[in-house]
């Protein structure tokens, strides 16, 4: 099983005990029947604008374990849907040394859901680090909240969607104070107490096991979602399926970025509505309601802290020193570069530069950064000289991991238009990250790992030894240079169908990855339509080329899926070849339920003249049919090789150098169909590419896009069955385009 597939793994007992689901990664999925997860689904939803706070007032991520760029494994805990935990501000900006007074305005959440639907509410109540005790508030065994402790603060939030998609579904939500809410005066730590309460449970009401949400527990399943930040690990001290006194797990902690939680958690297994306190934490065993998860997964020991985000408010701290990459006013155009060594003394370093004019298509510009080079895979994050965090950087660059971005790798971030080739292993750089505008910006740089938080906030892992790193800048910020030629998107092995030669040819399974584009790669060697048409070689009737059709039957049926069409020299195909989420299987045109109620849609391209083709017939786990093939984007398209960008949710399509990129979350697998009657070589004229009986100009151009991709199977004519189009295709080609008949 690959790790597409091994999306889930099942560890712990089931029932009463809380199943434990660890998760690849909090944006991947089980199959292509599993919901998307939408934690971190945009990325900039962690900068949370707020607007002005006062004259230098802004938001500022005190308490984070919820973003992509953070969590490493996730833990779905079934039929656990109250829980205690806590949060300290320790390495963030609301940490110990924060001199003031600390004031939430807004919190981020995560929660998970299977089988049917009934309705709750979700509350979240704040108590100081007084008012609990792990062991038992007063006495070992006894509860850990102190029973006449009052929270400092209660949210409920209600109104929440009670369709349920098959699987596991985890969704995150936003969630403003109605007004800002100010901690005890000295406190760098509270304690959540989160459950799933019964519809219109006061928030005033102590939490029992009457309204606590069990009515419909037994067939709607409701979990809160863990998560290992920022791959933080016990480590070998700690054996796995050990109990451990929480002063112990305390010494370990739990890292995040910012913020701190012990590794162990509360959990009221019996919905009694009390949280019973231990002694010693424990990994099993379902009457242990304080817990902690220390299996082995992968190889490695886990830590755990339940996914959830606080905002504060804080006057913008002072820049840090910063090594300025500038020459004059702005960064050079071109190639610019910085290193250095990280240190356990200097566990990251600052460097800021300025932007002459925006990054963006419109302005013809790009910047990319990345990390290669290194001696091991760095990270960086961008930041706004109001000390927010703008950016922070993927691990797509080269390395061992070759599927998915990873920590793994050299981390890169790239702005403006597409497309230019990457390093190794690596992704292109094709503008992923959108739009940079012009300004000042500052870059932390420290080792893979390393979380950065607004407010300055760097958690940075400790390199041990010196090790060296490399900042490199590819730009044309000033102007001074073009932004050059895009190249033609890399393709995934089985992206590359060739030429279409008639009915349907389909992919296997398209890895389309959290906020990425894939593409899949054919050629239309007739344009639409093509009709009337006599074999060179013997004056016969030849068949008309009608019609072409994209769909995309066998792809995970929960993905918000949208289409474009670009031809070989990276522009739209023609001025409809966009097809948005809802053309597809559930025939909504915005979007919408999809099956199971769950969001999701299959987009389609539908080109020709030809009669309708009807609607694709049913897909397993589809509820609707969606609507027919009846030409929607075109009744011509000129014959051409043919780039398809397949992604989901917020698409943002370019009518250029293949300037596709996505914002959506979610990373799950496509399965591309081409239906066409498009007439292909045949077997006694490979080189005939139009199928017209001829072997001319034609040919000659298409002959000639194959030559010169080489990695291109479509001109493979010399029998190799290689895979390439290479001198030997030529030499058949040429004996065959100087004959010019095919006999």
């Known amino acids: 099983m690959d790790r597409l597939k091994l999306g889930l793994l099942l560890a712990g007992a089931a029932g009463m005990a809380c199943t434990v689901v660890l998760a690849d990664e909090t944006d991947r999925l089980i199959d292509r029947s599993s919901p998307k997860k939408m934690l971190g689904d945009r990325k900039d939803e962690v900068v949370f604008r707020h607007g002005a706070f006062g004259d230098r007032a802004i938001p500022i991520i005190v308490y984070d374990t919820a973003t992509t760029a953070f969590t490493r494994n996730g833990t779905s805990l079934g039929n656990c849907s109250h829980i205690l935990e806590d949060m300290s501000f320790a390495n963030g900006p609301y940490g110990p040394a924060f001199a003031g007074t600390r004031t939430l305005s807004s919190l981020r959440y995560s929660y998970g859901l299977t089988g049917s639907a009934a309705a709750w509410d979700m509350r979240f109540s704040m108590y100081s680090p007084s008012d609990v005790a792990t062991a038992g508030f007063t006495a070992p065994g006894a509860s850990m909240i102190n029973p006449a402790a009052t929270p400092y603060y209660t949210l409920t939030v209600t109104g929440f969607d009670t369709n349920i998609c098959p699987g596991f579904t985890t969704i995150a939500g936003l969630t403003n104070f109605p007004t800002p809410v100010t901690m005890p005066a000295g406190e760098s730590l509270l304690w959540l107490d989160a459950a799933f309460v019964e519809p219109g449970t006061p928030g005033t009401a102590a939490l029992t096991s009457t309204n606590l949400f069990q009515q419909n527990i037994a067939t709607t399943r409701t979990y809160f979602y863990f998560a290992n930040n920022t791959g933080a690990l016990l480590g070998s001290t700690f054996a796995a399926g050990t109990p451990y006194t929480t002063a112990q797990l305390d010494s370990a902690g739990n890292p995040a970025s910012p913020g701190k939680s012990g590794p162990y958690y509360g959990r009221d297994i019996n919905f009694s509505g009390v949280f019973t306190g231990q002694s010693q934490a424990s990994t099993g065993g379902a009457t242990n309601e304080l817990r902690y998860v220390n299996a082995v997964i992968a190889g490695t020991t886990q830590t755990m802290a339940y996914v959830f985000t606080l905002v504060g408010l804080a006057d913008s701290p002072a820049a840090p020193s910063a090594t300025s990459l500038n020459s004059g006013s702005y960064l050079p155009d071109g190639v610019v570069q910085a290193s250095g060594n990280l240190t356990t003394a200097n566990k990251f370093k600052w460097y800021k530069f300025n932007t002459q004019n925006e990054i963006s298509y419109a302005q013809t510009t790009f910047l990319d950064i990345d990390t290669e080079g290194s001696a091991v895979p760095v990270a960086f994050a961008v930041y706004t000289p109001d000390s927010q965090v703008f950016d922070i950087s993927e691990g797509r660059g080269d390395g061992p991991e070759v599927e998915r971005p990873s920590d793994l790798d050299n981390h890169q971030i790239s702005y403006g238009v597409a497309r230019r080739p990457g390093v190794g292993l690596g992704e292109q750089y094709s503008g992923q990250e959108g739009i940079l505008p012009a300004g000042e910006y500052y870059i932390a740089v420290a080792i893979a790992g390393s979380g950065f938080g607004d407010g300055w906030a760097v958690s940075a ?283």
Do not use: H
């Not at 019609?547 to 792809?555: C, K, N």
């Not at 949710?649 to 799950?668: D, P």
């Open 461 to 743: 892992e400790d390199p041990v030894v010196s090790t060296a790193f490399a900042l490199n800048f590819n730009n044309n910020n000033r102007k001074s240079i073009p932004a050059g030629p895009a190249v033609s998107p890399a393709l995934a092995t089985g992206a590359d169908m060739a030429i279409l030669n008639g009915g349907t040819q389909t992919t296997p399974d398209q890895t389309v990855r959290a906020r990425g584009v894939s593409f899949v790669r054919f050629s239309l060697t007739n344009p639409l339509p093509t009709t009337g048409q006599f074999n060179q070689s013997d004056s016969s009737p030849l068949s008309d080329v009608t019609f072409l059709d994209i769909t995309q039957p066998g792809s995970s049926v929960v993905g918000e899926w949208n289409f474009c069409l670009y031809n070989n020299n990276g522009l739209l195909a023609n001025g409809n070849s966009i097809s948005y989420a809802g053309a597809g299987f559930n025939n909504n045109n915005g979007g919408g339920d999809g099956a199971f109620g769950c969001g999701g849609s299959f987009a389609q391209l539908s080109y020709g003249t030809a009669p309708s083709r009807g609607v694709t017939p049913l897909d397993p786990d589809q509820s609707t049919l969606g609507r027919p093939l009846n030409n929607q984007n075109g009744s011509t398209l000129n014959g051409d090789q043919y780039y398809l960008a397949v992604t989901m949710g917020n698409a943002f399509f370019a009518n250029e150098r293949w300037g596709a990129r996505s914002t959506r979350g979610s990373s799950l697998t496509a399965v591309i169909s081409l239906t066409s009657d498009n007439r292909g070589p045949n077997g006694g004229c490979p080189a005939d590419f139009n199928g017209d009986g001829g072997v001319d100009d034609t040919d000659f151009v298409y002959f000639a896009k194959y030559y010169n991709d080489l990695i291109n199977p479509a001109g493979d004519i010399d029998g190799s069955l290689d895979g390439f189009t290479d001198d030997g295709d030529f030499a058949v080609f040429a004996v065959a385009y100087d004959s010019l008949i095919c006999f």
